[in-house]
C-alpha cells in the first residue's frame, strides 16, 4: 500500500504527534480551481488528491476506447477486475472532468487544458462508434458494463440462461442432461418452471471445472457448446447509466460553451458531435417511457427483447419502473424528460417520504429520506439541475447535509454513510446508510463511511463541509494516496477501504469544483429548454387545508367510534376513549386540488394526549397514469408530542414537483403503537405556503 503524506497533517498522525493546525493545510504547488475559494484548504486539498487518480502514471484510461475503467485495485490478491471493464455513469463523470479541465476550472499538473481536449475527443469517437454497433447498444442507448479486459469493448456476460438455447446447443436428450448437471454443480439457478436460470459465476464456474456432476460433458466439443450458451454477450440498456451519461455530456458541452473555449474550432466540432450522440438516444429513451404507468422502465435486455423485472409469486414476469424520487437518477431523468420532450408525468409520478431526525442540538430535521438511508441517494453524483437556486430544495438539502454531518461527527465517523463498498472483504453494497432516515426495513451497515458524497455535500453547505473535513483531517489524510483517496474507512479496525471507484471519485472532483449547474443551465439555455426547467422547479402557491375550499372528516374500525368535527373555532377535533387505525382526510373543493409544490406545510395542533408518531399522505389528483396501485405513496412523518391546553405545531418544508402540484387529498394517520389509547387530538390548522 503507497500511501503519500503530502501534509504534515497526515504525516504527524502516522508518527503519533500532534495534529497540525488547518492552516498547514496547503493545495500542491501547480493545482488552481477557480471555484473553490482559499478559504477552504482542506476542501482544496482533498480535490488535489483526488485529481492525482487521472494522472498518467496510474493508466485509469483504456488506450483504446479512451474510457475510465471501473476502478483501481492493486492488491493481486483481490484480481484486476477493476481494471477490466468500465460503466457508463463512469464515462459520463470522466468526460465532464476532462470538459472542465478543457474550459480552464480546474488546472492541475497532471494534465494540460490541451491533453484533457484530446482525451474528450478520443472518448466522443469512441461513444459514437460503440452507439452504432448492435453488440453493444441498441436504440441509441449503450449497455452498460462494457467489458474493456481484450483491448476491444464487448457487452457483458448474460447473467440468465434460457434452456432453449442448451437444446439447440446439444440436442433435447444431452441438454435435459447437462441441465440436471449444471443445477447440481451449482452454476445456475432454475426459475419460471425450469425454462431459465440465473447464472451463478462462482469460484468454480468456468472451462477448467467440468468435473463432479459435470464430468460426462468434459470433451472440448461438449465443453464449448456450454460455455458458449452460459458466456453469450448481451446487450442490456439501463435507464439510470444512461441518463446520467447523457447528462454529463450535456454538461460537457455546457463547459464547452464558456467564452474562454466555445469559439476553438476543435471545441465547436466536438460539441457537433456530443450533440449528435445525444440525438442519437431520442429513439432508446422515447421506448423506454412507459406511457400506461407515466414512468420509465428500468432498462430493456435487447438480447431477449424484455424489459427489465422480475418473476412474481406466480411466475409472471413483471416489469419494474424507476418510481422514486429521493433517487441518484432525480437529476438525470428530469434532464432526459426535458431534452427529449418526454411527458413530465415521468417525474410527476416519482413518490417520496419524509422523515424526521432529532439532531445532537435537539433540533428536529424533516429531510428527504433515501430508500436504503445512502447519502449517495439524497443527494445523486451531483446537483446539476439548478437545485440549489429553488428556495424549497436549497433548505431539504441543507438539512439533509446537517443529517449527514450530525450522524457522522456524532459517531465518529471520517466521512458520510453511502452506497459503497464496506470493508468486509469485496462486499459492494447499498445497504449502508443512515437507519432513522431510510425507508428499506432491512438492517443498515453504519460503520464504513466513504468520501465520495462530500463532493456534493460541499455544493451545498461549502462552510459546514469545511469544517467537517477540518475535524476529521487526521483520519482523512490516512486515506489519501499517489493514485488518490481510497473508498471510505473501516470504522472498527481503523484502516481504510483499499477500494477505489472512478464513479465515487469523479463524483468527489466534480462535487468539489461545483461547476455542474451552471454547465446544465447553459446547455439547456442553448437548446430554448431553460421554461421547461421552470416548471418542474414551479413553486407552488400554497393553500388553506382547513379553509372554505376544503372538507375534513374523521374515521376509524367501526368497533372504535370516534367523535370529530370543526369547534367553535377554526379546528377539527377528534376524540376516542380507545382508537384502532384512525384518519383524518382533508380533502381539496376544487378539481385541481391543492398546490403544494415547493410550499412549507405548518400543522398546528394541540394534543391532550399520549405522544405519538403520526404521518400525513398526500394524494394527488387521479390521472390515467397515477390511479393505479403501483405508485410509491407520497408521506410526511413526524411526530406529536402532548400539548395540554396549549397549542403547537409542525413545519415541514415540501420539495418543489411537479406530483405536489395538484394534491386532491391530504391523509393524517397515527402510528400503530397509539391502538388501543385514547386520542384527544385538535388539528388547529393546516396550510401549506411559499417559504
Known sequence: MRFRMRWLFGLSVALGATPAPAQSVATEPGFVFPTVPAEHPHARALLANALRYLGPDNRIFDAASGYPFEGWNQDP?????????????????????????????????LMSRQDALGRLAHQTRSLLRDQGDPRLGADGLLGNFLDLATGKRLGPLTSDVDKAKLVAALGAEKAEAAWKALVAKNWITPRKDGAEAAVNRTPTFGWEHFDGELAPFRDNESKQKIMDVLDERVVMTVFVDNANLSSSIARC????????????????DLRQKLEQFLENQRAGYARLYDPAAGQFYFGRDASRDRLFGWNDLEGKWVTGHVDYLVNEFRGPAT?????????????????????PYKAGDGRTLHVLAPWEGSAFQGLGFELAMTELDRPSWRRLLEDFIAVEVDYSTRNGLPGFLSESYSGRGTQYTGSIGIPEVTVAPNPRITDAPSLYTIGPAYAVAPAKVEAFLAANWPTIATLLTDHGPWEGYNAPSKEPITFQTSAHTFSLILGLLGTASEHMKTYLDSRELGAGLQSVFRAGVGADL???????????????????????????????????EPGVAFVAAGVGGFDLSG?????????????????????????????????????VAFDLAPTGAADAEVRIQLPATPGLAQVKEVVLTLAKAAAGKPLDLTIVGLAASPP
Open 599 to 635: 410550499t412549507v406545510l405548518t400543522l398546528k395542533y394541540r394534543l391532550k394526549s399520549d405522544a405519538t408518531a403520526a404521518s400525513l399522505a398526500l394524494k394527488p389528483v387521479p390521472t390515467a397514469t397515477n390511479a393505479g396501485p403501483g405508485l410509491i405513496p407520497t408521506e
Open 77 to 109: 490478491a483481490k484480481g484486476l477486475y477493476l481494471r477490466s471493464f468500465t460503466q457508463l455513469t463512469a464515462i459520463g463523470q470522466g468526460m465532464e472532468i476532462l470538459a472542465n479541465v478543457a474550459a480552464g476550472l480546474c488546472d492541475s499538473p
Open 546 to 580: 382547513l379553509g372554505a375550499g376544503a372538507s375534513a372528516f374523521a374515521w376509524d374500525a367501526k368497533t372504535h367510534p370516534i367523535e370529530s368535527g370543526r369547534g367553535a373555532g377554526a379546528g377539527f377535533f377528534v376524540r376516542s376513549p380507545r382508537i384502532s
Open 253 to 268: 458541452i455546457g463547459a464547452l460553451l464558456r467564452p474562454d473555449v466555445k469559439d476553438a474550432p476543435e471545441v465547436v
Open 335 to 355: 434532464f432526459v424528460v426535458l431534452r427529449y420532450g418526454l411527458p413530465l408525468d415521468a417525474i410527476k409520478n416519482l413518490g417520496f417520504k419524509i422523515r
